[in-house]
């Protein structure tokens, strides 16, 4: 180790210890235990300098030990070193860069794909909701956050990445090599399914989603539908506001979300009746892809007993992130805030349960677990459901029965 890590490790310990002491009537009158794990983390870092086998890289420890700190808070939070940050900035905050198309969290440890967008390379290259990354260009997922992901999974268009992925069901990790692509805005995909029952999907939201669902609603209205299956199953992208602003073009009162953090003032997001379009009878699809925006959306569709929630419950990933710069040119991305249900539910922590749960069948041996989960999945990002879907087929059966339905 060189002379100036000692000197800095000796400088370190003494101001935690120093911060400690201090504190130390504070932390047992006032309940507060920050300065006992300050303690124990300076005697943790001391004994890896003085017992460790080799003479450790304290940069290396330092920056491994922010990583995990990060890591432990929430799966959207992480820590980015200068290298990162800077590859962040240059590859994920360009749409220029190609990508491949999903939208990532982590789960079991490792970074799991929530959903993907249609006709992305991630579909193409045979992907499913729910897969597990072990490994991103080589590099295990097990210490990785989602924004070090997000970089690793953005270059330029025509290049490839490779992923090693673990599947339910499946025995060994397989590879999977995909195609950077500048990708384009998903389409809302409509269809009248049986005489008066209008179905709409909804792949992800962008910043015009609101509005466009605004114009098919009318369309809907105008060619006679007078029931509407609405399909956020595997829908996890977007900006927050565009799931408000849908859920306002079906609700004429009530709460539809709360946005609090502990140095976020509480917002409520309400109905407004002069912005309805749609008053008659819905169902809403979800998916255990289905997150961000179109949780908000079903939550409050739900909550305000509007109609009813079909299929599994969601992720779990509404909430709000904040990119903060450090000196060093590292930053990290926190979560300061979480959205609530209209019962007061965080959507982080719980989900969205749906109201008419359409699960498989129980399992009888795990050869049975992939065919089942093929049965119940959605149909793949950018196509329409199949007549056999039983997620809309239990959706349509409650439409059509006069007691299942909600007033507006």
Sequence with gaps: MSS???????????????YAAVGYVRGNSGGDKSYVSLTVYSEVLQHIQDDYVDAPDIHKVTVGALHGLLDSLDPQSSYLSPLEYTDYKSKVDDKSRGQVGVFLSKRFGYVVVVSMLPDSPAVKAGLRDGDLFETIAGFSTTQMSIGQAQVLLTGDAGQTVKVEVIRRGTQQPFDVTMTYAKLQPPHLLEETMQKDVAYLRVSAFEPDTAAQIRDRLQEFQRQGAKKLILDLRDCASGPMDEGIDTAKLFLSSGTITTLKGQTVSPQTFSADASKVVWKEPMSVLISSGTAGPAEILASAIADNHRGDTVGETTFGTASQQKIINLDDGAAIILTVANYFTPDGKSIPKEGV???????????????????DQDQLAPPAPGQLPSADDPVVKKAIEILQNPPAQKAA
């Design 353 to 371: 349960a749906p109201t008419v749960p359409v699960v498989p069948q129980q399992l009888q041996s795990v050869a049975q677990l992939n065919q």
């Design 4 to 18: 100036f890590w000692k000197k800095f490790v000796i400088v370190l310990s003494v101001l935690i210890f120093a």
